[in-house]
């Protein structure tokens, strides 16, 4: 286990809603990433929060956001679910001092 | 852009035997990371290794042993004797190298190679 954990394991939406999906990272890990991997394909960065501020973004959507909280725990949050948006939501931690980040299980998100 | 190719989809080969998989990228960076992870049904990515783009040695680790060849922008990823426990999908990724960013990178993965050890 790499002690990064996410909320809930999976979700069920309706096209148009809004999802809130949240990552606690590892102790001592200042920078979190959310990656998008939708099936049978590989995570695609969505962005990344460095004590608070995020620190880079790949090619989503404004309706894609996220938070960074002073314990370093994260939230993604999406507006206006499409159906596309159907995918599983990882987070990854990290310190910034060891050859890799830490990844979580995931989140199941399936829009109907 | 960056870019990661896993041309092979699928792979099934029958427990003990080696199997490779492969991995082709793009980048228009001189200094760059690749890495290896593995993603079990539960989920989680795992991490196997990482790479500098300076760094062209051979890497063994037990089972596993990576062939990394700039030349052919190549970092493909050896299993020897293979083993139930290896069945999973296997990503291929690669970053661009940024000094304060160790560890942080921001990750281009490839689709990812599904293998499956037949007992």
């Known amino acids: 286990e790499t002690g990064v954990t996410q909320s809930p394991t999976h979700l069920i939406k309706t096209r148009g809603q809004q999802v809130t999906l949240r990552c606690s990272s590892q102790?001592?890990?200042?920078?979190v990433s959310w990656y998008q991997q939708a099936l049978g394909q590989g995570p695609q960065f969505i962005f990344q929060?460095?004590?608070?501020?995020?620190?880079g973004r790949g090619n989503f959507p404004p309706r894609f956001s996220g938070l960074q909280f002073p314990n370093y725990s994260s939230e993604l949050n999406v507006n206006a679910l499409e159906l596309d948006d159907s995918a599983l939501y990882l987070c990854?931690?990290?310190?910034?001092?060891?050859?890799?980040?830490?990844f979580g299980p995931g989140t199941r998100l399936l829009v109907l | 852009a960056q870019k990661v190719t896993q041309a092979q989809t699928e792979i099934s080969v029958v427990e003990k035997e080696d199997v490779t998989l492969d991995c082709v990228y793009e980048t228009r960076d001189t200094t760059y990371y690749l890495f290896w992870y593995k993603q079990p049904p539960s989920g989680e990515l795992v991490f196997l290794i990482r790479r500098n783009s300076f760094d062209e040695q051979n890497e063994i680790s037990g089972r596993y042993s990576w062939n990394f060849q700039k030349s052919t922008s190549s970092f493909n990823f050896t299993i020897t004797a293979s083993q139930v426990v290896d069945s999973a999908v296997y990503f291929c990724?690669?970053?661009?190298?940024?000094?304060?960013?160790?560890?942080?990178?921001?990750?281009?993965f490839g689709t990812g190679t599904r293998l499956t050890i037949i007992p």
């Open positions: 102790s001592g890990h200042n920078t």
């Open positions: 990724a690669l970053s661009e190298a940024s000094g304060s960013n160790f560890g942080n990178e921001k990750l281009t």
């Open positions: 929060y460095y004590r608070e501020e995020e620190n």
């Open positions: 990854a931690s990290s310190s910034g001092t060891e050859e890799t980040q830490y």
